[in-house]
């Protein structure tokens, strides 16, 4: 509609707050540039002087870790990575049930190596060792992995989430980053595959191209073989003529 008339009840200003004394200016009411990790939404301006302002004292604690929950997430992605292994790497006399990477050693050391270092223990901020089993990651006989309720509970009673809020360090962290990322161990099998296929490819390519050689030889054979075909059976026809003609002499002499 026209606005040409409307009247500006409230001009629009910057959001001041004074935190521990220093005056901070932004242009909205959400600000999280003034204390590390904390965002502050402004919901409704106070109306006073800024040296009659009422302090307000604000509480921030860390989010609590749901360490239950993370090792949970753990144990899921390895038992998926592990059903995706054993998929890639089937063996079978059947090839269509034979897995693309049944001969493939690097799918082998990698999850071989995961397993492993699932096993072997970590430090946290202050140099003192855990272990993924401490806190209740169980390998299973089948290969898989799960949390014991049991040792989580006494992992949390212990005070876990307290030692661990300050970081941790797990060899099996480092691994999986150098496999997956670019450059990892995954990503150059990635690309020696590539490689051999695109020789593999260029070797087909070339077989190909020896095979339309060999094909249009062999059409050239054919035709002029063909060709000798219908020259010699002239050839018989002239003949056929010329004893049934010497024949018919013969017989008219006699």
Avoid: C, W
Avoid at 37 to 43: A, D, E, F, M, R
Avoid at 137 to 150: F, H, I, N, P, W
């Amino acid at each position: 509609g026209d606005v040409s008339n409307a009247t500006e009840t409230r001009p629009a200003r910057d959001a001041v707050v004074l935190i521990d004394g220093l005056r901070v200016t932004r242009s909205s009411n959400t600000i999280d540039d003034a204390i590390p990790g904390v965002s502050l939404q402004l919901k409704q301006p106070t109306n006073v002087a800024e040296d009659q302002a009422v302090a307000t004292n604000l509480k921030v604690a860390a989010t609590p870790v749901d360490l239950g929950g993370r090792l949970n997430a753990v144990a899921s992605a390895y038992n998926a990575a592990l059903s995706q292994y054993r998929q890639l790497t089937a063996a079978s006399a059947d090839a269509a049930r034979r897995g693309p990477f049944n001969m493939d050693g690097t799918l082998r050391m990698v999850m071989e190596r995961t397993r492993q270092l699932l096993t072997q223990g970590g430090t946290d901020a202050a140099g003192n060792a855990f272990t993924l089993a401490g806190l209740g990651l169980e390998l299973a006989r089948d290969g898989t992995v799960s949390v014991s309720q049991k040792r989580l509970t006494q992992a949390l009673a212990a005070g876990a989430v307290t030692t661990f809020a300050a970081g941790v360090s797990h060899p099996l962290s480092a691994y999986l980053l150098d496999t997956v990322t670019t450059g990892g161990t995954i990503d150059r099998r990635r690309a020696s595959v590539r490689t051999h296929q695109d020789g593999l490819n260029k070797r087909i390519t070339a077989l190909e191209d020896r095979l339309v050689t060999v094909e249009t030889g062999y059409r050239k054979r054919y035709a002029a073989l063909d060709a000798q075909l219908a020259g010699l059976s002239t050839l018989n026809s002239s003949l056929q003529s010329v004893f049934a003609a010497l024949n018919n002499q013969t017989s008219g002499n006699k």
